[in-house]
């Protein structure tokens, strides 16, 4: 009984403040105090972000151009070596290594990296117990939003993968706000659509700075694009929960844990096989027949004419009209299981319409070694200042990759939001690149 009490007082003794004595020192509520700040809580949010988008994308670039190299430039030709060596047809041979296999090389070689990277730092936030103040932080926006403040977290791990993001939502107990937070997660770019960003905008805004501000304009266009993602989050969260998914607000309680030392080897593990391997697995699954569909409407000729050429054509108009072009909506069309996959595909596209120079044939994607080489291959095909601007926006804007509907329909098991979640962020990007297009043009 005497240990008893002895315990509780040690307890009183280190949580009661007492009017006589000094405040004791607490580190968690000290860093609270700073990281939930009204004033600092968001640029320390932002900044910390920040830093974990620059090193997946600084760190992956190396382990990506290892595997490029290895998986690419090494199996392939020897793969077509053996190919020869047992005298497979050369369509076979186009169709199995050039087609499936390429398509698949493509998107492991992008996609594993910055996963592997960011989805452990992502866990170890957590594990420290700091996604729980962006959680808090964030709380407020999202419920005028008629959302969920958890919804914060699902957006956060919509940056790395989609599918991800739609997979933790299942954090968020109402059925309501958890379809409104799978909905919108498309709006958080996913490191597949980021190499689409940071190409463009080097290779078109950052040019037309000095080249000492270059890298410096060219970061900026894309995080402008991103935070442009997070405010539309915001609007259809809003405009879904006063219409279709109108309803009210739930409130929740939110425990802050206490700031604990992460176990990085357990989190790197888990986080590795429980999300980068599963999201992989799924992506993979569906770039086979992707990158067969690129192969065939590449090599299929009718007249003497690729069924690429023809589709081409055929998009052409639309494309023009939205200030984009055919080309470009076709690598989107084909390019759906993957975004990885999208720029190798539009290289590929343009050299087969334009006749240009460059690439290994048709339906072998490819990339290019300098930026003077892009410029080159884009503008031949026509492309300008606002053909980049808007592809920027519908790349934002576009529906999510075949991976990220399969995930939308197997956590809500319904045809109809998988319908929603996947047609309403692509009509948005036509609206939108419609409107800059118009104005645009007549500004000009």
């Given at each position: 009984?005497?240990?008893?009490?002895?315990?509780?007082?040690?307890?009183?003794?280190?949580?009661?403040?007492?009017?006589?004595?000094?405040?004791?020192?607490?580190?968690?509520?000290?860093?609270?105090?700073?990281?939930?700040?009204?004033?600092?809580?968001?640029?320390?949010?932002?900044?910390?972000?920040?830093?974990?988008?620059?090193?997946?994308?600084?760190?992956?670039?190396?382990p990506s151009q290892f595997l490029a190299s290895l998986l690419i430039d090494t199996a392939v030709p020897w793969l077509h070596g053996l190919a020869n060596a047992v005298g497979a047809p050369w369509w076979l041979a186009g169709f199995v290594i050039d087609g499936m296999y390429l398509a698949t090389a493509w998107v492991v070689s992008v996609m594993l990296p910055p996963m592997a990277i960011f989805f452990p730092l992502f866990t170890l936030l957590e594990d420290f117990g700091y996604l729980p103040r962006v959680a808090f932080n964030l709380d407020n926006i999202f419920h005028k939003s008629g959302a969920h403040g958890k919804q914060a977290l699902s957006m956060m791990m919509g940056f790395g993968c989609n599918a991800a993001g739609v997979v933790a939502t299942r954090v968020i107990d109402s059925p309501r706000e958890r379809l409104i937070a799978i909905i919108t997660n498309n709006f958080a770019l996913c490191n597949g659509r980021w190499p689409t960003q940071i190409l463009i905008a080097t290779v078109f805004i950052g040019a037309m700075a000095p080249a000492y501000l270059a890298g410096l304009i060219s970061a900026l266009a894309v995080v402008s694009i991103a935070m442009l993602g997070v405010l539309l989050s915001f609007a259809v969260s809003w405009s879904l929960s006063r219409t279709v998914l109108r309803g009210e607000v739930s409130t929740f309680s939110l425990e802050l844990p206490p700031y604990r030392p992460p176990q990085v080897w357990r989190t790197i593990y888990t986080s590795f096989?429980?999300?980068?391997?599963?999201?992989?697995?799924?992506?993979?699954?569906?770039?086979?027949p992707a990158g067969a569909a690129i192969w065939l409407i590449s090599n299929i000729t009718v007249g003497g004419t690729s069924i690429a050429e023809y589709l081409v054509t055929w998009l052409h108009p639309l494309g023009?009209?939205?200030?984009?072009?055919?080309?470009?909506?076709?690598?989107y069309v084909v390019a759906i299981p993957a975004n990885e996959i999208v720029i190798p595909t539009v290289l590929m596209l343009t050299v087969?319409?334009?006749?240009g120079e460059g690439g290994a044939g048709a339906g072998v994607m490819f990339e290019m070694n300098s930026t003077s080489d892009y410029v080159a291959l884009f503008t031949a095909g026509g492309w300008t200042l606002l053909t980049a601007v808007n592809l920027m926006l519908f790349s934002l804007m576009h529906n999510p990759c075949s991976t990220t509907i399969y995930t939308i329909y197997k956590e809500t098991g319904s045809k109809k939001w998988t319908a929603v979640a996947a047609l309403l962020p692509l009509a948005m990007g036509f609206i939108v690149t419609f409107f800059v297009a118009q104005i645009w043009r007549l500004l000009s």
């Open positions: 009984m005497e240990d008893i009490y002895t315990d509780a007082a040690r307890l009183a003794d280190r949580a009661v403040t007492r009017p006589d004595e000094k405040p004791r020192f607490d580190l968690d509520r000290t860093i609270d105090r700073i990281v939930t700040s009204q004033v600092w809580g968001f640029p320390m949010m932002i900044l910390l972000f920040t830093l974990v988008f620059w090193l997946t994308i600084t760190g992956a670039n190396y096989i429980d999300r980068t391997i599963y999201v992989l697995w799924r992506a993979v699954v569906f770039a086979l023009i009209l939205v200030g984009l072009n055919g080309v470009i909506l076709l690598a087969l319409v334009t006749g």
